[in-house]
């Protein structure tokens, strides 16, 4: 059987995975555009910031006689009657045929160029997105070579704030500028998003909310600066992290899509029954309201391809959907959620919310402050939780595990969380939040 | 309503809590034996090692007009038919009678002192348990005061092993003794106990397995070696961590019990409707296998507590048991369990275990090693797992959360870890394990 995986990116290498284990008589040729094989892009900021090198962000791809691994490849067209790609070698133009069964799109996304005045013109050049390896080594020559004093970064995810951060540590001058009122607005509510806020401005960094940009500014050649809410702020570089649009041109008008996401089933399997696709191209279930949703991180993305790959290797796997758990950390601030915010949860169920603030050790063994806010509808059932300070995203971990198994608050609250001083607390904040929403519940028995 | 808390411990605390926070008329007496109030003794060993002070270890229970703590007072009888206690108030000698309603025998366990000659006669002057504050302090003032050079641990669980590596840091000679062939016999399977004998080793304690002691060796009136299977070792000072028994006398003859601990129903409730028991002195339930078990836990005694104090006071609340979450640090070594361990399992199940070995997060953060062992039963249930490494007690909290709502393998490989190259791997070792786990088994569906 011959497969195409086009793209060696996560989901890409997850899928490839679990089809070499499952079909021993497999071929497959993966496609990659890059210059280079699977990395890690997520670490790009941390990267910067510790100033290492980016070499260390790659993953060389384990080749095998059955495995194919074409970088520096583009493909140029699918021809999904034939069952036959199109394939250009990007370094000498040559353009190559390859038949397939099954074939795997995972091709991604790439940075959303928000429609900013300037903002398309100056790619590159004083503006710059964050994706690729090639991506951040632009951004540090240029900030190296010009001696740039100030730097914005317009949105306020993950990307954006963990550039921030790390350019700030560069002893950079930063501001964030945010179109919607808080930061992480996709993860966090807005009493959790301002604790990040509060630390952010806390390490020097200027946050700006409500604050769409309209343009950025240039004199002459270069950036000099940001227009929003009609006033100007100087910065010499820019960095886009305003989200990302998927990479789903070759299938236009071929497979069903929603806003350019493709559409899969939950086979993984696009309306082509020989094209599967997985990654941040695709539009997936949330677990918890079944709603449809684009979460495009890594995490997931290693899910969908693994269920792609059974799938087209002949067995059976369906993806139930994604329960949302997102991760970031900012300097010393880690910063975790999943499921639905109570913002979200609150457009659909009757919810009830409790914040507790504990610590993650006793003080004596140098605990420091963690802070979780536990979301339930009024049965009690999980819906979501958001956790700050160093091992929050362990017990976001937990919580994921309790939505997964539509867990209630009382789950919550009875689970044995492992105890020793060295590396807990006695009351887990997990338990500590759990007791404190159930007290705001009817709760007629406890079942521990 | 009257209610008396015998045992100002983990559960004695927890109870009190719910008690009073759901009977708003309740008047609660505590009795407790020792000279302060609620403390941690999990710390010693720590508190030890870092040389500060065991005064830290002591949190002094909130007074409220209802609630009344006698320290340093014993009880000294209970009339279950008039239902009233007799007190004995340890400083003056005075007694006094106090009536309940309802009763929480929550007097915890006491050391074992095995059958050992000399054990019991030399108990204080070169032979020393640790549960109490003065225990440790006997002991270091033991050390100190005749420059102590050998120390001798027998007991290779969690307290004499954190006590070993603790006495090693002061710059002891350190062994320990275990009648049976590994360390942690309880929570860690050969395979995995291995590998901290080899991290004790390496750091220059000796390990004698099946090597049970049958004489504390005395010269005149000091302590001066161990005999085991027929050999000598010098060592001036013993550590005896030989397990717990149950503080149960006061009840003999007038509830159920089995090996002296105190058996309830899934109330908290002993044979006597008007006293419940919670914490080290009770039998309780094994979640998995639904056995009967004595599992001496703090976090354990808290959930117990809860489920006392939330039953006598009115509301209901059910037990089902534990999932046997442990979690024991020595020196860096973080280690951790939960549910059943394959030798345990293989008794009663067809038992598929894996262990997969890989890092906490990626080396370019500092990522170090982490080891995870699953263990599955012929249909993917999850019975137990046993972790090693920095953040392993974290993943065994996935773990005990799984196993509370009966998942199965399928669910810890599809269950989304939160991925942030700062605190976490794209691949976390509970999924990794998952996919070894999972190859075992004949999978003609994955549901992720």
Redesign the interface.
Known sequence: MNYVIIGLG?AGVYATRYIS?IDRNADITIIEKNRYESY?P??IP??IE?G?SLE??KHPFPRTKRINVLINHEVIEIDNKERKIIVKNLQNGEKLEIAYDKLLFSAGAEPLIPKIKNANEYLGNGVFVIKRLEDAENLIEYIREKSIKHVSVIGAG?IGLEMAYSMKSFGLNVSVFEMLPQVFPRSLDPDMASEVEKFLTGNGIKIYLSSPVEEIVVDGEKVVGIKSNNNFYSSEAVILSAGFRPNTELLKNMVDMERSFIIVDDHMRSSDPNIYAAGDNIIVKNMISGEKTVFQ????A??QG??AG?NMAG??????G????????IGSL?I?S?GLTETEASKKYRVFSARARGLNR????GGTEILLKLICDENGKILGAQGMGE?S??????I???I????TVM?I????????????E???ITNMAADLLI?KLN??????
């Open positions: 996560t284990s890690s997520c670490g941390f990267i510790k290492e260390l962000l993950p991180i890594a995490t997931v290693a899910k693994m269920v059974i067995k059976e796997a369906i993806y139930t994604t329960t949302l758990t997102f991760v970031s950390k880690e975790a999943t006793p003080k004596y063994t091992l995203s362990q017990k976001i971990n937990v994921s595990m309790a997964r198994k539509n867990s789950d609250l009875a689970n044995e969380m492992g105890y020793c001083p060295e590396v807990s006695l009351y887990d007290k709760i007629s028995k406890y079942i521990f």
